[in-house]
């Protein structure tokens, strides 16, 4: 379905065709650098901002369902519904010196990784690519609303990016040349969708990436990633290997410690071989309970200990702060619990 940044400047100059050609310019830069819904920009004449405020394809693709936010407002957190009343979930982050988003790229996920509220909740359809930026352009303003500036955009919400590539690249494309984004600041997250890692490689901008292992060995990975069971890891590493030749950029390995399963000494010694031979930093995340996952996320004692055996086996490694837990801000968690509990719009349930 057709939202106001899913049209292209080809899309928008068809649509202000009996206009002078500027006008196309002046709504492009409104909605992409200012933020703005067509009722909002000013530099148009009123009847060009009621005509565009009623046109369908300048819709928004989000309507809020619930907002919350936790860490004495660090954490913000979206539960949108979309055009089709798909339910899809964002999360500001507010560190000193940065302000993250991360950003989902589907509506549920195929991945069928167990541990996660997404995967519990399984595949609905892919994102557009106007859906994923305008979820950048909304958190963009809610940063500035609070005296902050978004500098960086991570796809590490609900869904796989890579299984939704052409739109999710495109998306990048428009978040970094027509939002001003980084490429440095982008990073794409995946559980390990090879022909993706590849592609990704041959790109022009250098975005990050960051690879969803959570275990090292392919037993264990099989059991927790299912789709290490059509990638496994001897050909996710020959991935990783053409992607640093490609990029020269650092990798990262994401890592949700659960308790008594993949938080042992073996564990970190499989993964510390894993991450010198690529020179990939690890960030530890405490895995986030969620309802369909009996196992419970390691203590704080052996998140430390898990941590710090990595470092003397040489790793870089550090242990991603839970941001949110009281307002279910893991992937997939508020959905779910909007789904169970009747809501307020704005308000969480008590």
Avoid at 254 to 269: K, P, Q, T, Y
Avoid at 311 to 316: F, I, Q
Wanted: aromatic content about 4%; proline content about 5%.
């Amino acid at each position: 379905m057709a939202s106001r940044y899913d049209l292209t400047r080809s899309d928008l100059s068809r649509l202000l065709s009996d206009e002078p050609e500027y006008r196309v310019g002046q709504v492009w830069d409104g909605l992409h650098v200012h933020g703005q819904a067509p009722e909002q920009l000013t530099v148009l004449p009123k009847r060009l901002r009621a005509r565009l405020a009623a046109e369908p394809a300048m819709a928004p693709a989000l309507s809020c369902t619930v907002e919350s936010a936790s860490d004495e407002g660090d954490t913000l957190k979206w539960l949108w519904a979309l055009q089709d009343g798909r339910r899809i979930e964002t999360v500001l982050m507010h560190y000193p010196g940065r302000s993250t988003v991360c950003i989902s790229s589907q509506a549920g996920c195929a991945m069928g990784c167990g541990f996660c509220a997404t995967g519990q909740a399984g595949f609905e359809r892919h994102l557009s690519t106007g859906e994923m930026v305008e979820q950048v352009v909304r958190a963009r303003a809610a940063a500035a609303a609070s005296g902050r500036r978004l500098s960086n955009v991570v796809f590490m919400g609900m869904g796989e990016p890579l299984a939704n590539y052409d739109a999710v690249w495109a998306a990048v494309v428009r978040l970094h040349d027509d939002l001003g984004l980084s490429a440095r600041h982008l990073t794409i997250s995946t559980v390990g969708i090879v022909p993706g890692i590849r592609r990704l490689g041959g790109e022009d901008l250098p975005v990050n990436l960051a690879v969803s292992l959570h275990a090292a060995n392919d037993v264990l990975r099989d059991e927790l990633v299912p789709i290490n069971r059509r990638y496994p890891l001897g050909v996710l590493i020959e991935a990783c290997e053409a992607y640093l030749a490609a990029r020269s950029r650092r990798l990262s390995f994401e890592w949700a410690l659960i308790a008594g399963v993949n938080d042992r000494a073996s564990d970190a010694g499989e993964l510390s071989r894993v991450a010198r031979h690529l020179g990939a930093h690890v960030n530890l995340i405490p895995l986030n309970p969620t309802p369909g996952y009996a196992a419970r996320g390691s203590s704080p004692e052996r998140v430390r200990q898990f941590r710090d055996r990595l470092r003397d086996l040489g790793v870089n490694a550090t242990v991603r702060r839970n941001r949110g837990t009281a307002i279910d801000a893991a992937c997939g968690q508020l959905r779910a619990a909007a789904a169970e509990t009747a809501v307020t719009m704005g308000r969480l349930p008590d």
